[in-house]
């Protein structure tokens, strides 16, 4: 079935440092790709999305790039802050189907 | 509304009780989904309705979870002799078609003891 991958957290990174989070995902087709945050106390928020190949989602200065070849979908940050501080969920959904998450990445930005 | 809203926000029940969960969707947004999340973890799937139907029931886990949309809008999920393994943040989504990103609810904190 349709699955999620993305590293394992907790990420520690200081403000300014250039950030990724890796993404992979297995699915027929031509899903719908999405990053979601959380930040402390608070409900998931969509952050990026890209439909489809070659697409680049960005929001809030984090960028994702749609790659087909490689099915991948990683976030990158090229300054962070500390109110980036938060968990990020990358998810999937087929075209009239539910979205699929990852088990999240916690990131951690030290002042 | 302006948002998805799930109540209530926290509910604590005893092991063997009965628990209903609400969600008020965004108006007009005819998907609604049920996801839960355990600490640590993403959100999985339980249920999706298109309109008033269920069109993907897969996600529920056994036969004591039963979610309901009777008139397009609201829907309650429903958990009967709740189980302690059934403690989790219950959340509540909506978007206007399937495939958009969803908007989520706050989420229901249940604690099962």
């Known amino acids: 079935g349709d699955s999620v991958t993305q590293m394992e957290g907790p990420v520690t990174l200081s403000e300014e440092a250039f950030l990724t989070i890796n993404c992979t995902y297995t699915?027929?087709?031509?899903?719908?790709l999405f990053w979601y945050v959380q930040y402390p106390g608070e409900g998931l928020q969509l952050l990026l999305k890209?439909?489809?190949?070659?697409d680049k989602g960005s929001n809030k200065g984090f960028e994702a790039t749609y790659r087909k070849e490689t099915t991948s979908f990683h976030l990158e940050k090229g300054s962070v802050q500390v109110s980036d501080s938060a968990v990020y969920f990358c998810?999937?959904?087929?075209?009239?189907?539910?979205?699929?998450f990852g088990k999240g990445t916690r990131l951690h930005i030290l002042p | 509304g302006a948002g998805v809203s799930q109540t209530p926000s926290n509910k604590v029940t005893e092991k063997g009780k009965y628990v209903e969960l609400r969600c008020d969707p965004i108006?007009?947004?005819?998907?609604l989904y049920w996801y839960r999340q355990s600490l640590g973890q993403g959100p999985e799937f339980l249920i999706y309705?298109?309109?008033?139907?269920?069109?993907?029931d897969s996600g529920l886990p056994n036969d004591r979870f039963f979610a309901v949309r009777p008139e397009g809008s609201v829907s309650t999920l429903k958990i009967q002799r709740t189980e302690r393994g059934d403690s989790a943040v219950y959340l509540c989504?909506?978007?206007?078609?399937?495939?958009?990103?969803?908007?989520f609810g706050s989420g229901t904190r249940l604690t099962v003891v």
């Open positions: 989504a909506s978007s206007l078609s399937t495939g958009d990103g969803y908007t």
């Open positions: 699915a027929t087709g031509y899903p719908s």
């Open positions: 890209a439909t489809k190949a070659d």
């Open positions: 998810a999937l959904s087929r075209e009239g189907d539910k979205i699929i």
């Open positions: 108006s007009g947004h005819t998907a």
């Open positions: 309705f298109q309109g008033t139907g269920a069109a993907d």
